[in-house]
């Protein structure tokens, strides 16, 4: 390729050379040089002063020297503005392009193909696309260059079809086009997922012979990559003979993007070193991503190591990555240092930190470990509001989903107000988040109304809404919301069944359950799971049609889980069909459940019908399996402070009232049919060796429950959370107790969330399997 001339100037001005000046060392940016006689190019370019000739040598002329020459009105050569127009790239100056411009259209010069094409270019890159086609459509002359530009401007700009209708225009004019033209037209294709016109460009790439060229390969590898093309990618991958550091990268992004691909990706990085082709900052970043993925913090310390040997270790999306790791692996303590280490931190820094603790809030060791987390993320997103950044909708998202884990309705409804102020709650993602919270904390009227208020919805917040409905108890409006959903052209997924499903195993609406466990398959192609499953024997029991509960299993050929077989256990016990609950508990047992709460389900049904030999029986199997110890934890926030409860806990200045407020309570309730009913080995042992016998006389949540009736106002609904299920005792007494106290009580277990209202539960009493 040609270099830019060097440049005359003329309007009476002689600049001598500057002292020390090197002539084999170009100019520095933001500058322009003037010709001297000796270039090759100054022969021709010749500046005149009072009718005679003036020659200067070469030179560096500042930006704001060139600029104000052009504003003075002397005249100046074209090749002149090429490097200006360059710099107005670099400060992102439109108005400076402007100026330019207009200089160039009084002298004429706007006229001279090669500086209109740079103009338009610039245009482009300022943002200015309309201005770019105006110049475009004006030009008297155009080649190959002017149209890539435009095509490239658009792709740039956010309008890749205007970019593609540029290229249909160029060839209906007869122009033919050079490799970086159909590099620039995949890379449209791409942002515009028009992978079916890709695909006509790759047949002309290849026609041409360009398709081995690796910026179009590159290029090819983005658009099948984008498409989710993997296959495709690859192999345009592979026809590419020589690969560059873009190339790689590529690839290796594309893997980590795409769980499956983790081995994949981590192997192509090792090809890309053995090919000897360093990895840049992206690269390292994505191998990063992909140890996350991997969970393997050995190979992710080996890549850090690298960063520091290639100098790469203070790049940002390096550092955020490496962070992110470590919290994936649990390493909090480091991923923390290396987070208030950074000197520069980005809103993606913030992020990172906020999702991190909540997804490692799943794969804590205890509740106590994962509340810790979720207090973690919230103590994060606090100090990232008293920063100079904002939050933005990932952010947003992922704090609600904590909000939603911990059962914090009034951090959530702090967020949520956050996010109006901010203009977020526009956003589908966000509000989705806000359905889910409100529904997770019980608060079904609030999840409503978010998601009546939302402009658009996908598949996701119907999904969310329909299951709220269901979970609150409320199983017509879930069967008509899901109504709603397809006839708005919605498609459910699996999930979407299993919730409807659900709701129509709470109403008992066999013919409708049904109906929709055949339109799932049929017309909607989604082979049944075992959740699916499950809700429908789930119905069966409740209604009390044990009989039809196992001619499904047997009609249909699936094999329950633990979880099914352990409802079926509960349901024929609650129904006194014992010979087949003793039936479900043998098939139970087959399986080995490792379930602390499913050994104990059969225990207390062993004792209570004085079967001592299964009793020991259980027993063993509990012991060879390891299954550990049944700890009873509740929680319940209380103006923005946490309590926490174990069962039989006196730890709270305020036991004794809160004792006898349960005695009370208790003394009530049996006077309007409260029977207790005793657990067997629903206890724990503090010493964390083995389980105690016996039944405790109050468990976590009637502690809670009796905390949050003394210290809320009258009539505010009580919200606990408590980490396994809710025991046959305390459930019937909890919904008493929101009759007797005229209260609203929330418990969600670890299994369902229980609404208690009026001396009723949403889970219509089948919620309590212990």
């Known amino acids: 390729m040609a270099s830019t001339p060097s440049l005359a100037v003329s309007g009476g001005a002689v600049f001598p050379a500057a002292a020390g000046a090197d002539p084999r060392r170009p100019p520095p940016p933001g500058s322009v040089a003037v010709a001297d006689k000796n270039s090759s190019y100054s022969r021709s370019m010749q500046a005149s002063d009072n009718g005679g000739s003036l020659e200067a040598p070469l030179r560096p002329l500042d930006i704001h020297e060139a600029m104000s020459m052009l504003t003075e009105g002397k005249t100046v050569q074209s090749a002149m503005y090429v490097p200006l127009l360059h710099r107005c790239i670099e400060t992102g100056s439109l108005c400076a392009a402007r100026a330019v ?29 309309g201005d770019a086609r105006r110049l475009f459509d004006e030009m008297p002359e155009r080649n190959v260059v002017t149209w890539t530009a435009l095509i490239t401007g658009y792709t740039l700009n956010s309008q890749p079809v205007l970019g593609l209708e540029v290229f249909v225009e160029m060839l209906e004019l007869g122009r033919y ?34 398709e081995s060229i690796t910026s179009m390969g590159n290029a090819l590898c983005r658009l099948y990559a984008k498409s989710g093309n993997l296959d495709s990618a690859l192999t345009a991958f592979w026809r590419i003979p020589e690969k560059n550091v873009i190339t790689w990268t590529t690839m290796i992004s594309t893997c980590a993007e795409d769980e499956d691909c983790v081995e994949l990706g981590l192997s192509l990085f090792l090809d890309m070193l053995m090919e000897g082709v360093m990895p840049n900052e992206f690269t390292l970043t994505s191998v990063m991503s992909l140890c996350g993925a991997r969970l393997d913090l050995n190979l992710g310390k080996q890549v850090q190591a690298f960063c520091f040997k290639v100098g790469c270790e203070t790049n940002l999306p390096v550092k955020n990555s490496t962070m992110y790791l470590y919290l994936k692996k649990g390493e909090t303590d480091e991923a923390m240092r290396l987070f208030e280490q950074m000197e520069d931190v980005s809103i993606i820094t913030w992020n990172a930190m906020i999702s991190g603790y909540a997804q490692i809030m799943d794969s804590a060791k205890d509740d106590l470990q994962a509340r810790s987390r979720g207090f973690q993320a919230l103590t994060i997103f606090r100090d990232l509001k008293r920063s ?124 409708e359950a049904e109906r929709y466990f055949d339109m799932m398959e049929k017309d909607y192609g989604i082979e049944p799971v075992v959740d699916h499953y499950g809700c429908m024997i789930d119905m069966f029991v409740r209604l009390g049609r044990l009989d039809d509960a196992f001619s499904f299993i047997k009609r249909t050929g699936f094999e329950p889980n633990e979880a099914i077989w352990s ?28 379930g602390i709460e499913t050994y104990i389900l059969l225990l207390n049904m062993y004792i209570s019908t004085e079967r001592w030999q299964d009793v020991a029986r259980v027993r063993k199997l509990m012991k060879q399996e390891d299954v550990g110890i049944l700890r009873d934890r509740s929680w319940i926030t209380i103006k923005d402070k946490v309590y926490f409860f174990r069962a039989n806990d006196r730890a709270h200045p305020q036991s004794n009232e809160l004792y006898q407020l349960l005695e009370n309570l208790l003394e009530k309730a049996k006077a309007i049919g409260y029977e207790p009913y005793q657990n067997a080995e629903l206890s724990e042992s503090e010493d964390d060796e083995k389980p105690a016998s016996g039944s405790l006389k109050h468990h976590s949540e009637r502690l809670a429950v009796a905390l949050g009736l003394l210290q809320t106002t009258p009539g505010a609904t009580v919200r606990v959370t408590k980490n396994i299920t809710m025991c046959r005792d305390c459930h019937s007494s909890i919904k008493l107790f929101s009759l007797l106290a005229n209260r609203e009580i929330v418990v969600r277990d670890s299994k369902r969330l229980h609404k208690f209202k009026d001396g009723r539960c949403s889970c219509g009493d089948f919620g309590a399997l212990l």
């Open 177 to 210: 086009p050079s490799h970086y033209t159909l590099g620039a037209m995949v890379n449209a294709c791409s942002a515009s997922y028009n992978v079916d016109l890709g695909k006509q460009v790759h047949g002309y790439a290849i026609k041409y012979g360009a």
């Open 101 to 129: 411009h207009g200089h160039m259209a009084k002298t004429g010069t706007d006229a001279d193909m090669f500086v209109a094409t740079s103009l338009v270019n610039v245009y482009m890159r300022c943002g200015a696309s």
């Open 567 to 594: 409802s079926l256990v509960a349901g024929c016990r609650s129904h006194g069909n014992m010979e087949l609950a003793f039936y479900a508990a043998d098939k139970l047992l087959e399986l080995k459940p490792k």
């Open 388 to 511: 100079a950044m904002k939050p933005d909708l990932f952010t947003f998202s992922s704090i609600l989903s904590v909000c939603s884990t911990m059962m914090a309705l009034e951090q959530g409804e702090q967020i949520h107000a956050q996010t109006i102020k901010t203009g977020f709650l526009s956003d589908v993602v966000v509000n989705s988040a806000l359905v889910n919270m409100y529904n997770k904390c019980g608060s079904i009227q609030d999840a409503n109304k978010a998601f009546l208020e939302m402009p658009t919805r996908t598949f996701v917040t119907w999904t969310s809404m329909i299951s709220g409905y269901s979970q609150h108890g409320q199983p017509q409006e879930a069967i008509q919301l899901f109504e709603d959903m397809r006839l708005a052209g919605v498609r459910p997924n699996e999930i979407t069944f299993v919730s409807v499903l659900s709701a129509c195993s709470y109403a008992g609406l066999v013919e």
